[in-house]
């Protein structure tokens, strides 16, 4: 399988602050990959590098086999939504069609208009009189009609109502399908629960570092949820690794990432969901991070 | 790309465009009447300069202050389209929309940044050419145009300011990310930049003519010439200006006495003062840049403008390409 996305110890650094730290991922082609992790945990930082908005204080990434740059043969490649959907709040939707298709050499203008007109959403009218959701609409139907092969939405849902993100992520998937393969997709969020449901393929952030990544089934068959009333870990944790663990007077709960069966008769293993996955990996990673932080202060 | 340019200051622009029209319409029509007497004064006076100079030739009061109207068109341009030009993408974040699209930033900022100056040489070129032209009686009857005034309104000057006015908002707003802050910049510094120039740099462009004379006769320097100064010098290099209002502290002992006619307002012989200070030394100076010089005064002070213009234009460039968005 080819790889779109590829990153090796990429790190950026604003000022005195680690935006990102030693991130080293990769992403299949054709996958539509989760970017997941709480706020200030570097996803924004991450996909505008990849965008070729902002340039790595150290390491390398390669998108579509090269290094995100400011040429058009690569920014034609790539769609990049930001989180503060920027549009000209003064021009219609029909003005920015127009805009990009002066300004990219390969568009599909009628894309966006039969998307926006699916949606029933005005084309003549300024994007800053519609609702947010529309605003997003119109958007992500620009993006789209570049045509990218890597698609990149920093917080898509944000600013969405429940209904607002179902057409959004029906537009996305419908977008995944119509390509057949040929998009990757990366979408960022604080919350699982938004992009559970369409993403194949996760990367997760906490404190400016990768935590985990890859494909999700694959994740979820390694990691088990381990419940028992033995409260010496010790003997788990010689074979596994606990990410997670949870004590209380009666029993222990522990989520772990398995390496090779589990034989203790003390434990029951239990499948992990996803939300569980990525919020005990969240609570590990800040931890450490916190405790980062401490050694660090200590240190100076 | 020029028309996301034209989609985004078409308004700007046709307001632009017709407080110009408007402009040039009241010019020309006060430029023809105000041609048309002076043609009248020539035929009444005959080449008589003494009556061309005792009738007044400006009347209407608010067309005559129009050349100095001009002076802030530069810097008003470059505050309302230069300062923005880069700074408000980015406060909006329309920056991450503009550089998402498969077009380089350098071929961006080349586009709008281009149109822009294009525009603002336009303004500051088509305002000369009219101030210019209303002048030619004002300039025939004073006999010069490079007094400081005149000079910054008319001829190609104008055109200077004007572009480099619209790349330091550009730069300004580039370089602060924000469109409220570059204003003030432009405001400043071009005001302030303007003043250091023509007070302090422009009267040396070219060394200037200076002229000695015996006090007891006169000197008056060509009327084309820009006159820096005129006055008494004594041997040692003692000046006092036309005027003689500072006569009183430097005068010599020996023409101390003559000191109460002129110092006081009495009515003292200046002649004998002018004899006693020739007595001891003293010369008449005039210090002036001769008419000949106006054009290439003008080349030298518009080609200042647009060098530092160019400047700060590449400054912009080498930092748009380089910044993380």
Avoid at chain 1, 22 to 28: A, K, L, Q
Avoid at chain 1, 261 to 290: I, R
Avoid at chain 2, 279 to 291: C, D, K
Wanted: with cysteine; net charge neutral.
């Amino acid at each position: 399988m080819n790889t779109a996305i590829e990153t090796h110890e990429l790190s950026k650094r604003y000022r005195r602050v680690r935006a990102l730290t030693g991130c080293t991922v990769t992403v299949p082609q054709g996958r539509v990959c989760a970017l997941v992790g709480p706020n200030g945990a570097g996803k924004t930082t991450l996909l505008r590098m990849l965008a070729g908005l902002a340039s790595p204080t150290s390491g390398t990434a390669s998108v579509l086999g090269g290094a995100p740059r400011q040429d058009p043969g690569f920014l034609s490649e790539i769609g990049f939504l930001a989180q503060e959907i920027p549009l000209y709040r003064r021009l219609s939707a029909e003005d920015h069609i127009r805009i990009g298709a002066r300004m990219n050499q390969r568009w599909d203008a009628s894309l966006a208009h039969t998307r926006l007109a699916e949606l029933r959403i005005p084309l003549d009218q300024p994007v800053g009189t519609l609702s947010g959701g529309q605003r997003a609409q119109v958007a992500l139907a620009l993006t789209l009609a570049k045509r990218p092969r890597v698609l990149l939405l920093d917080e898509p849902f944000a600013a969405l109502d429940p209904l607002a993100r179902q057409n959004f992520l029906a537009t996305l998937t419908s977008a995944a399908a119509d390509a057949e393969g040929g998009l990757t997709l990366v979408l960022s969020s604080h919350l699982i629960t938004d992009l559970e449901r369409v993403c194949d393929h996760i990367i997760l952030l906490a404190g400016s570092r990768v935590q985990i990544y890859g494909d999700i089934d694959t994740l979820l068959t390694e990691h088990k949820v381990l419940v028992g009333s033995n409260h010496d870990t010790a003997a788990i944790e010689r074979t596994h690794t606990v990410v997670q663990a949870v004590a209380t007077a009666e029993r222990s709960t522990l989520l772990v990432h398995l390496n090779g069966p589990v034989t203790d008769p003390a434990y029951q293993a239990e499948d992990v969901t996803l939300e569980e996955l990525v919020l005990a990996y969240m609570g590990a990673g800040e931890a450490s991070a916190a405790k980062h932080l401490t050694t660090v202060g200590e240190g100076s | 790309m020029t028309w996301l340019v034209w989609r985004q200051y078409r308004a700007q622009g046709a307001i632009a465009f017709g407080l110009l029209a408007a402009v040039a319409a009241v010019v020309l029509i006060d430029g023809f009447q105000m041609a048309a007497h002076w043609h009248s004064m020539l035929v009444t006076c005959a080449g008589n300069s003494a009556c061309l100079e005792g009738q007044p030739l400006v009347g209407n009061g608010v067309v005559s202050d129009l050349p100095y109207v001009s002076l802030i068109v530069p810097v008003v341009l470059g505050m309302l389209w230069g300062a923005p030009l880069v700074a408000h993408e980015l406060e909006t974040r329309t920056s991450d929309f503009a550089w998402a699209q498969s077009v380089t930033r350098t071929r961006w900022l080349t586009i709008k940044a281009g149109w822009l100056l294009l525009a603002a040489a336009v303004c500051g070129g088509a305002l000369a050419a009219l101030t210019t032209w209303w002048s030619a009686p004002i300039n025939a009857w004073q006999g010069s145009a490079f007094e400081p005034g005149p000079f910054d309104t008319q001829g190609i000057v104008p055109v200077g300011y004007a572009v480099f006015a619209m790349a330091l908002g550009i730069a300004a707003g580039t370089v602060a990310r924000r469109t409220l802050p570059a204003i003030a910049v432009v405001l400043g510094g071009f005001i302030g930049l303007r003043l250091l120039i023509s007070d302090v740099l422009r009267p040396h462009y070219i060394a200037a003519v200076t002229h000695y004379y015996s006090l007891t006769s006169s000197f008056t320097p060509p009327t084309s010439a820009w006159v820096l100064g005129q006055g008494a010098i004594s041997r040692t290099g003692v000046v006092v200006p036309q005027g003689w209002g500072s006569l009183g502290y430097v005068v010599p002992a020996a023409c101390r006495s003559l000191l109460a006619g002129p110092a006081t307002g009495k009515g003292g012989s200046m002649s004998a003062m002018f004899s006693c200070l020739q007595a001891h030394g003293w010369r008449g100076f005039a210090s002036y840049q001769p008419g000949y010089r106006y054009w290439p005064f003008q080349g030298i002070e518009t080609g200042i403008y647009v060098l530092l213009a160019a400047a700060l234009i590449a400054v912009t460039f080498a930092i748009v390409r380089r910044r993380d968005a």
